[in-house]
C-alpha cells in the first residue's frame, strides 16, 4: 500500500513537469512568433506619415501587450485549462 501512495505521488509529479513543459513550450512560441512580427515591422522601414507613425505604434503596443500576456500564463499558479473547468 505505501509503494502504491509513493507510485501515484510520482506519477503526478511527472505530470506536473509535462504540464510545465507544454506550458513554457508555448510561451516560447508565442514569444518567438511576437519577436518575427516585431523584426518585420522593423525592417519595413520608417513610416512616412503620422498616421502610419501611429498605426506602427499600435502594433507594437499590441505586440508587447500579447508577449505580456503569455509571460502572465506562464507565471499564473493554475494553468488556464484548470480554470475553465
Do not use: H, N, Y
Not at 507544454?22 to 515591422?41: G, N, P, Y
Not at 500576456?69 to 473547468?85: D, I, M, N, V, Y
Amino acid at each position: 500500500m505505501q509503494v502504491d501512495l509513493l507510485g501515484s505521488v510520482l506519477g503526478s509529479r511527472k505530470q506536473g513537469c509535462i504540464m510545465g513543459s507544454i506550458t513554457f513550450q508555448d510561451w516560447r512560441r508565442e514569444c518567438d512568433a511576437v519577436q518575427k512580427e516585431m523584426d518585420r515591422l522593423i525592417t519595413a522601414g520608417r513610416p512616412q506619415s503620422a498616421e502610419e507613425r501611429l498605426v506602427r505604434q499600435l502594433q507594437f503596443t499590441a505586440l508587447i501587450e500579447r508577449r505580456d500576456a503569455a509571460a502572465r500564463q506562464l507565471l499564473s499558479p493554475t494553468p488556464q485549462a484548470e480554470k475553465k473547468a
